[in-house]
């Protein structure tokens, strides 16, 4: 990688980022073409059956692209899918060298870099970049990567607690973090395919979960794990779009396939999977049948008892954690026993408004 190489793919990377949650179950792309110094073309993904970044950004830059540098963050698909090869239309453009951020591991569309460089195209690839910005664009990925690699969405678990680790707000008041956590947490929300909650959380709360007091493009689903299909067909998630994971072959007598008449009926789709030998939905088959409705990235916020259920079955792959230092003593205990295995690392520390932000995460490699 040369040092001129950084900036052009911090932008492309920019640009996937402006297109996050929109494009599933396609990955969200973005793409430079670079030519004697000079941005001439640069794009992102276009929801699915649109156009890839790489044709995006050849569009814009026409022919202008020949002799570019193309930056782009996903190594350019070599296959027919929806659309033809990105790699086709790099090489038949003129494109002279080709950096891409991560390898794509999805066996039809991999070997783009093989084909580009069978063409004569130099290509630095992944092992060649900068570690941190291939650990941005891993991350930015991780939806599309974890359905690839492990066949179920990535999962990121996000808890608002007290100090002393409580769910629940002591005077009874609905929130326990403050307008600038919740507003982070739309932020989340905007950027996933599916937000999940257990049915405990859904009776107790009535939460709406879709994305408010942010821009959104897109809204994720609001999926319910609702083993006996307790949801209430008035609660306000009960809408089209919703997915209710639930037991397959649970006693169906008279008023349970009424309630499910009713929440179909109001747009919501049942996504029957077996339960364990514990008599608990098997959240790993929810989690590979939420993959099969083309969800990559799922935002978790349920209460204690699915949380810990998700955390037990080794189901999270990052952990947000809000706390509100002001609530609940001066400790500081985590709500659930948090994940230390290998692989986890700190993700960031900080700060939204009062209250603190705590999140972990770790790497695919490994991971259920
Ligand atoms: N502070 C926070 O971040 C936060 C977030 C959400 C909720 N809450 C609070 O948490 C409370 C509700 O807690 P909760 O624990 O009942 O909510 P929950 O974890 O969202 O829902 C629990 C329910 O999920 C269902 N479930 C389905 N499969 C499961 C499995 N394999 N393992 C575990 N559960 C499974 C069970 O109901 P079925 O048997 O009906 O399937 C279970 O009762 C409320 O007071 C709410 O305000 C706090």
């Not at 900068?130 to 990567?145: H, I, K, M, N």
């Not at 299909?229 to 008035?234: A, K, M, N």
């Not at 779009?241 to 649970?250: Q, S």
């Amino acid at each position: 990688m040369r040092a001129e190489d950084c900036a052009p793919l911090v932008r492309a990377i920019a640009l996937a980022e402006q297109v996050r949650g929109t494009t599933t179950p396609n990955p969200a792309v973005g793409c430079v073409l670079v030519r004697e110094g000079e941005i001439v073309g640069e794009g992102a993904t276009r929801p699915v059956g649109g156009a890839h970044a790489e044709v995006v950004a050849l569009r814009a830059a026409g022919s202008r692209a020949r002799g570019a540098c193309a930056y782009v963050t996903l190594e350019p698909c070599a296959h027919h899918g929806r659309t033809p090869p990105c790699t086709d239309a790099l090489i038949a453009a003129g494109v002279v060298r080709v950096v891409h951020a991560c390898a794509d591991p999805n066996p039809p569309a991999a070997g783009g870099a093989v084909t580009l460089r069978a063409a004569g195209v130099e290509v630095v690839g992944p092992d060649a970049i900068s570690p941190l910005l291939a650990d941005t664009v891993t991350a930015q990925l991780e939806g599309f990567l974890s359905v690839v690699s492990r066949g179920r969405p990535h999962v990121t678990l996000k808890l608002a607690q007290t100090a002393d680790g409580q769910l629940t707000a002591p005077d009874g008041e609905r929130w326990i973090t403050g307008p600038a956590a919740r507003r982070a947490v739309h932020r989340w929300r905007a950027t996933v395919d599916a937000v999940l909650v257990g049915s405990g959380t859904v009776r107790s709360d009535d939460p709406q979960l879709d994305v408010r007091h942010v821009p959104a493009v897109v809204q994720p689903r609001p999926v319910v794990v609702d083993t006996r299909l307790r949801t209430p067909c008035d609660a306000r998630v009960v809408r089209p779009g919703l997915l209710l994971v639930t037991a397959a072959g649970a006693s169906k007598h008279g008023a349970w396939r009424e309630r499910r008449d009713a929440l179909e009926a109001a747009g919501a789709q049942l996504v029957e999977v077996a339960c364990g030998p514990d008599g608990r939905l098997d959240l790993a088959a929810g989690l590979a049948a939420l993959a099969d409705h083309g969800i990559c990235a799922v935002f978790a916020e349920p209460g204690r008892r699915l949380a810990e259920a998700l955390l037990g079955a080794d189901l999270v792959d990052r952990v947000v954690l809000h706390v509100a230092v002001g609530l609940g003593g001066l400790g500081m205990a985590p709500a659930v026993d948090l994940p230390t295995g290998p692989g986890w690392r700190l993700e960031r520390v900080g700060g939204a408004g009062p209250d603190v932000v705590w999140q972990v995460r770790r790497g695919l490699d490994g991971a259920r």
